[in-house]
């Protein structure tokens, strides 16, 4: 009678570490080698550093870093701001709390490409915002909400503001109540049980929501092409990667450039989660038990 002999002891957990680790580095790690090695090769020769020398060079490119700063950290800003009042007041289960996040899920679910076809049908000289501004008397001139950094910024927060409220709703209902409780017996306010107690334990979900945020805020390129001046102010670094890849068919210029807008986000996250640590280095949230 034969046996089947394995040279080691595999443990349960040990069968899915491989296929997780070969999982990442065909989705994360390989993509990401090869278009840094490809930034190194430029299409017309010259040296390893020539279209890193191209972008900041030109100055049709390295604008769009700024221009898509000027968009992304005001729409990270007001996402998180105002995921904290609204999380706060929903942070008890309540019918009230099912339907906003159930309402807040359709954005989430349209995507930014349906968000900003509706913001064109609403928000346009012709919509009916427009015309309801105008038949109220609201405003003189014309309200023009499209096609400009308004438009661009707007579709950030309503793509943008679900994605963090969940978040920080999350972050929120983790903090276990009693503590708030026995502040109150000790005589503190709901500001200061706010500003003592929540506030502190929510900084680090509220750094994660804001990375988060950050990084999808500034990868953005449907908005800023179907509602933004893409030839003008809402030229971001995306437009200028697809441009050089698809326009010039420069995909090693291409890479320099998403290499480059990785390398900015990666700057902004790690100043955000080095500047949570000046606020608080305890644990996650209170915890419920």
């Known amino acids: ?7 080691g002891p595999r443990d349960a957990k040990g069968w899915l570490v491989t296929p997780a680790l070969g999982f990442i580095v065909a989705l994360f790690v390989y993509p990401f080698a090869y278009g840094l090695v490809l930034s190194f090769q430029p299409m017309n020769g010259g040296s390893a550093l020539a279209n ?10 390295w604008p769009t870093v700024i221009v898509t700063l000027k968009l992304a950290v005001p729409a990270t800003l007001i996402n998180v701001g105002l995921s904290v009042p609204v999380a706060f007041a929903l942070r008890r289960k309540s019918p009230y709390q099912k339907l906003v996040t159930t309402l807040l899920v359709i954005p989430v679910t349209l995507g930014t490409v349906l968000i900003a076809d509706g913001m ?3 928000f346009s000289p012709l919509g009916w915002f427009t ?3 105008n038949a109220l008397h609201l405003y003189g001139g014309e309200v023009r909400l499209t096609h400009n950094y308004w438009g661009v910024l707007i579709s950030l927060v309503v793509s943008g503001f679900p994605f963090a409220f969940l978040l920080t709703l999350s972050y929120v209902t983790g903090i276990d109540p009693t503590l ?4 109150a017996t000790l005589g503190a306010s709901p500001w200061q049980q706010f500003r003592q107690i929540y506030l502190p334990l929510l900084v680090p979900g509220l750094t994660m929501a804001a990375c988060l945020s950050f990084v999808q805020a500034f990868s953005v390129f449907p908005s800023a092409v179907l509602l933004g001046a893409p030839a003008g102010p809402t030229r971001v670094i995306s437009i200028a990667a697809a441009e050089a890849a698809f326009e010039s068919y420069d995909y090693s210029l291409a890479s320099t450039i998403a290499i480059i807008m990785g390398f900015v986000q990666l700057i902004v996250v790690a100043a955000m989660l080095g500047a949570r640590r000046m606020f608080y280095t305890g644990p996650v949230t209170g915890g419920k038990g």
């Open 180 to 183: 708030a409780r026995a502040a």
């Open 1 to 7: 009678m034969s046996t089947l002999s394995l040279t």
């Open 52 to 61: 890193y020398a191209t972008f900041f060079s030109d100055s049709s490119m």
């Open 131 to 133: 015309q309801a501004v």
């Open 120 to 122: 064109l049908t609403y």
